[in-house]
């Protein structure tokens, strides 16, 4: 470990003691240790288990022919839609339902999966590129910021120590890797901007990260207005202009090819949803500093460092995941975007120098900086401090590691398998709300997805919600499913009233003899399909449940195929 000691001067008298010119800067030797440089390298170590550990439990299950979690057997929906020629955007029906967020990732696992094959192998390859590009790219920004690599490591593990804390969400099939690796990517080409097409390339950047998910929006015009009140606010117009141009094409595009559905998922449908005021506190108090507290302090002893730009782009990525947490329906992946600001600024407070490439003609900051550094404001003790922090942050982190409860057993693939097998052979349409994935396993056509039904139902607005309940309704009227299957013992969210009048449900279940730990979603909320509602006056309810539970039992099922949605 470097430290600092007296130099020999080579004209000191032979006889006296060695002299240090006046000015001139001590040089650093091997012989004595570095507390900073020390506690820097064992935050990287154990920053780099934590990317370790991460990758080998997303390796494992990333074959998993089943959902990790609840929603990503809408996501799969949503790449056949693509691939099959349909529209992303429609109007909600009972056969199908988007997410409420921009093409971008499903668009771009559709062209994995067009190469691959339908299934959630390209989904969560995906994401699991995102997040390690995520993870490169914010420690090479740390690095490049404190002239240190190991604070790059030690950043880049505090984000991946988040893993198991945040439900194992960064390789899952959803939007949430594939944003924050653009959001990132955006900060770092903004910050080191010195030419116009880099700052083309930033508007690209800061478009694609609110193609993935829209609240991006609060990054893009953040970091646009610190770029234009910096020395560099004609580069600054070329990337405003550059990312307004992307937004409004492709509003207008999809806007008018979807008839305005585009406009209701991406931009209304959640400021329809209404705020959950527990959060507002509970963000704070039990999401981010329970988590992420020793990290937060890290901030402290170096936030006067913080370039303008990577503070307003830090300070947007927290007001994302607070105005969606806010909201009914907001979740662990929601943190994503601030558990991402909050590794940044902590690796930026490890470094007691500045990069390589922060000099005193980049800008008036950085000249600030250089200045701050040269007259020993910069302590040592401060980025000593701050990697301690973030050392102990990451241990607090690592030991609630739990790889064994994030992958999925051989008992979970054959409990699914089991299912997809009755499925098919029962035949019809078949209603699996909670897990459309399984009606496409099962070469059946696929329902709306209940957890973005939900969305939709619980929205002020009478749009989309009219759309489904009409949908729903002539569909149930019509008996058009052979058999619905559901997780709870209530009737599924948005189906009439009067279902009991046209469906029944059995009393028998599926899985009959499987523990019920097995075949739940190891991400999210748990769960499993379990009920069995058949027409009324159809099929006994003894041989469809054991026909749906992969018993051979022939002529239960109905063979016609009705249409998905109406």
Request: hydrophobic share 50%; net charge positive.
């Given at each position: 470990m470097l430290s600092v000691s007296l130099p020999v001067t080579h004209r000191a008298d032979r006889t006296g003691p060695a002299v240090t010119p006046p000015g001139r800067p001590r040089v650093a030797s091997w012989h004595r240790w570095d507390p900073p440089r020390a506690v820097r390298l064992a935050a990287a170590l154990l920053g780099l288990a934590a990317i370790a550990t991460y990758l080998v439990t997303a390796l494992m299950r990333l074959g998993y022919p089943f959902p990790l979690e609840y929603l990503e057997s809408n996501s799969l929906v949503e790449v056949q839609q693509i691939l099959g020629g349909r529209p992303l955007y429609a109007a909600p029906t009972v056969g199908y339902v988007p997410d409420g967020y921009p093409p971008l990732y499903f668009a771009t696992s559709a062209a994995a999966a067009s190469v691959l094959g339908l299934s959630y192998l390209p989904l969560r390859l995906v994401s699991l590129v995102s997040s390690l590009a995520c993870f490169a790219v914010l420690g090479r920004l740390v690095q490049r910021e404190t002239a240190s690599a190991a604070a790059g490591m030690a950043s880049a593990g505090l984000l991946a120590g988040t893993y198991f804390v945040t439900g194992t969400w960064f390789d899952v099939a959803r939007v949430d890797s594939l944003f924050i690796a653009l959001s990132v990517a955006a900060l770092y080409a903004a910050r080191w901007m010195r030419r116009t097409r880099e700052a083309v390339v930033v508007g690209l950047l800061l478009a694609a990260a609110f193609l993935t998910k829209q609240n991006g929006l609060a990054e893009g015009v953040a970091v646009l207005i610190a770029l234009a009140a910096g020395p560099r606010r004609r580069l600054a117009g070329t990337a405003a202009l550059t990312y307004g141009a992307v937004l409004g094409i492709s509003t207008l595009a999809l806007g008018l090819a979807s008839r305005g559905w585009y406009v209701y998922y991406v931009f209304v449908l959640m400021t329809e949803h209404t705020l959950n005021h527990a959060a507002f506190g509970q963000f704070w108090t039990v999401r981010l500093l329970p988590v992420l507290g020793l990290a937060c302090c890290a901030l402290i002893p170096g936030a006067r460092r913080i370039p303008l730009v990577l503070a307003a782009g830090c300070s947007a990525l927290i007001v994302e995941s607070y105005a969606t947490l806010v909201h009914s329906g907001g979740e662990a992946n929601d943190l994503l975007p601030a558990y991402l600001a909050v590794a940044l600024l902590a690796g930026l407070a490890m470094g007691d120098q500045p990069g390589g490439l922060v000099s005193a003609a980049a800008d008036r900051l950085a000249r600030a900086r250089v200045a701050r550094w040269r007259a020993g404001q910069v302590r040592p003790w401060a980025a000593a401090a701050a990697a301690a922090l973030v050392l102990a942050q990451l241990a607090v982190l690592v030991n609630g590691f739990h790889p064994g409860r994030a992958i999925p057993t051989s008992a979970d693939r054959a409990a699914g398998w089991r299912l997809a097998a009755g499925m098919r052979a029962f035949g019809g349409a078949i209603a699996v709300p909670s897990d459309p994935g399984l009606d496409l396993l099962a070469g059946l056509p696929a329902v709306a997805h209940q957890g973005a039904t939900d969305d939709v139902l619980r929205a002020s607005g009478t749009t989309g919600t009219a759309s489904f309940r009409s949908s729903t309704a002539r569909a149930v009227a019509a008996r058009r499913f052979s058999a619905i299957v559901t997780e709870n013992?209530?009737?599924?969210?948005?189906?009439?009233?009067?279902?009991?009048?046209?469906?029944?449900?059995?009393?028998?279940?599926?899985?009959?003899?499987?523990?019920?730990?097995?075949?739940?979603?190891?991400?999210?909320?748990?769960?499993?399909?379990?009920?069995?509602?058949?027409?009324?006056?159809?099929?006994?309810?003894?041989?469809?449940?054991?026909?749906?539970?992969?018993?051979?039992?022939?002529?239960?099922?109905?063979?016609?195929?009705?249409?998905?949605?109406?």
């Amino acid at each position: 470990m470097l430290s600092v000691s007296l130099p020999v001067t080579h004209r000191a008298d032979r006889t006296g003691p060695a002299v240090t010119p006046p000015g001139r800067p001590r040089v650093a030797s091997w012989h004595r240790w570095d507390p900073p440089r020390a506690v820097r390298l064992a935050a990287a170590l154990l920053g780099l288990a934590a990317i370790a550990t991460y990758l080998v439990t997303a390796l494992m299950r990333l074959g998993y022919p089943f959902p990790l979690e609840y929603l990503e057997s809408n996501s799969l929906v949503e790449v056949q839609q693509i691939l099959g020629g349909r529209p992303l955007y429609a109007a909600p029906t009972v056969g199908y339902v988007p997410d409420g967020y921009p093409p971008l990732y499903f668009a771009t696992s559709a062209a994995a999966a067009s190469v691959l094959g339908l299934s959630y192998l390209p989904l969560r390859l995906v994401s699991l590129v995102s997040s390690l590009a995520c993870f490169a790219v914010l420690g090479r920004l740390v690095q490049r910021e404190t002239a240190s690599a190991a604070a790059g490591m030690a950043s880049a593990g505090l984000l991946a120590g988040t893993y198991f804390v945040t439900g194992t969400w960064f390789d899952v099939a959803r939007v949430d890797s594939l944003f924050i690796a653009l959001s990132v990517a955006a900060l770092y080409a903004a910050r080191w901007m010195r030419r116009t097409r880099e700052a083309v390339v930033v508007g690209l950047l800061l478009a694609a990260a609110f193609l993935t998910k829209q609240n991006g929006l609060a990054e893009g015009v953040a970091v646009l207005i610190a770029l234009a009140a910096g020395p560099r606010r004609r580069l600054a117009g070329t990337a405003a202009l550059t990312y307004g141009a992307v937004l409004g094409i492709s509003t207008l595009a999809l806007g008018l090819a979807s008839r305005g559905w585009y406009v209701y998922y991406v931009f209304v449908l959640m400021t329809e949803h209404t705020l959950n005021h527990a959060a507002f506190g509970q963000f704070w108090t039990v999401r981010l500093l329970p988590v992420l507290g020793l990290a937060c302090c890290a901030l402290i002893p170096g936030a006067r460092r913080i370039p303008l730009v990577l503070a307003a782009g830090c300070s947007a990525l927290i007001v994302e995941s607070y105005a969606t947490l806010v909201h009914s329906g907001g979740e662990a992946n929601d943190l994503l975007p601030a558990y991402l600001a909050v590794a940044l600024l902590a690796g930026l407070a490890m470094g007691d120098q500045p990069g390589g490439l922060v000099s005193a003609a980049a800008d008036r900051l950085a000249r600030a900086r250089v200045a701050r550094w040269r007259a020993g404001q910069v302590r040592p003790w401060a980025a000593a401090a701050a990697a301690a922090l973030v050392l102990a942050q990451l241990a607090v982190l690592v030991n609630g590691f739990h790889p064994g409860r994030a992958i999925p057993t051989s008992a979970d693939r054959a409990a699914g398998w089991r299912l997809a097998a009755g499925m098919r052979a029962f035949g019809g349409a078949i209603a699996v709300p909670s897990d459309p994935g399984l009606d496409l396993l099962a070469g059946l056509p696929a329902v709306a997805h209940q957890g973005a039904t939900d969305d939709v139902l619980r929205a002020s607005g009478t749009t989309g919600t009219a759309s489904f309940r009409s949908s729903t309704a002539r569909a149930v009227a019509a008996r058009r499913f052979s058999a619905i299957v559901t997780e709870n013992a209530g009737p599924p969210g948005g189906f009439p009233r009067d279902l009991t009048r046209y469906y029944h449900r059995c009393p028998q279940t599926l899985l009959r003899g499987v523990p019920p730990a097995v075949f739940q979603a190891v991400a999210g909320p748990p769960g499993r399909p379990a009920y069995v509602w058949l027409p009324a006056r159809g099929a006994s309810c003894a041989a469809a449940v054991r026909a749906l539970d992969g018993a051979p039992t022939a002529g239960v099922g109905r063979s016609r195929s009705p249409g998905g949605s109406t």
